[in-house]
T-cell receptor, first 112, second 113 residues
Framework: DSGVTQTPKHLITATGQRVTLRCSPR?????VYWYQQSLDQGLQFLIQ???????AKGNILERFSAQQFPDLHSELNLSSLELGDSALYFC???????????FGNGTRLTVT | DQQVKQNSPSLSVQEGRISILNCDYT??????FLWYKKYPAEGPTFLIS?????DKNEDGRFTVFLNKSAKHLSLHIVPSQPGDSAVYFC????????????FGKGTRLHILP
């Protein structure tokens, strides 16, 4: 158990809809990262937050947004969903830049 | 632009032999490299890392080698065990510059009995 909790585990929704994925980092970890893993793709970096502030941005679509709350949990919001957004979304946390990431078990999103 | 490349999608190795997984990178700003292991239905788990000031780091059966001039790193697993069957991701970051950690597409390792 990595200590990173992601909910829900599975999500099935229709095109055009909006969903929110939630992540609770390991206790004490200030950084939260979001990654997307599509079929046959590696882990694509989306966005990173550190102690409530956006720290780095990757290939995140404008239809996607995220935030980190004062209690350090994070939410990834995906809107106007398209079929191609179907993927595994992973959240990871770390206490500092020098520490490896600890991943949750992911949320599998299926857009129909 | 794929900055971290794992050119072998899969690899099969006999149990007890050495498994060698390769990774190439293009960004000369990367100075910290990591390997993660992923089982189905689980998130990736950290395996081993190496800083660019070293060319080798060892942890039990796992050794990572870094060749900075070739922009290449490899993960050696010896001896390979059935539980090593998983997808292995190589990752890299310019640790002191920003916090983007870039992953490769992964290599699926099958350990054969």
């Amino acid at each position: 158990d990595s200590g990173v909790t992601q909910t829900p585990k599975h999500l099935i929704t229709a095109t055009g809809q909006r969903v929110t994925l939630r992540c609770s980092p390991r206790s004490g970890d200030l950084s939260v990262y979001w990654y997307q893993q599509s079929l046959d793709q590696g882990l694509q970096f989306l966005i990173q937050y550190y102690n409530g502030e956006e720290r780095a941005k990757g290939n995140i679509l404008e239809r996607f947004s995220a935030q980190q709350f004062p209690d350090l949990h994070s939410e990834l919001n995906l809107s106007s969903l398209e079929l191609g957004d179907s993927a595994l979304y992973f959240c990871a946390s770390s206490p500092s830049r020098d520490s490896p990431l600890h991943f949750g078990n992911g949320t599998r999103l299926t857009v129909t | 632009d794929q900055q971290v490349k794992q050119n072998s999608p899969s690899l099969s190795v006999q149990e007890g032999r050495i498994s060698i997984l390769n990774c190439d990178y293009t960004n000369s700003m990367f100075d910290y490299f990591l390997w993660y292991k992923k089982y189905p239905a689980e998130g990736p788990t950290f395996l081993i890392s190496i800083s660019s000031i070293k060319d080798k780091n060892e942890d039990g059966r796992f050794t990572v080698f870094l060749n900075k001039s070739a922009k290449h790193l490899s993960l050696h697993i010896v001896p390979s065990q059935p539980g090593d069957s998983a997808v292995y991701f190589c990752a890299a970051t310019p640790r002191n510059r920003d916090d983007k950690i870039i992953f490769g597409k992964g290599t699926r390792l099958h350990i054969l009995p």
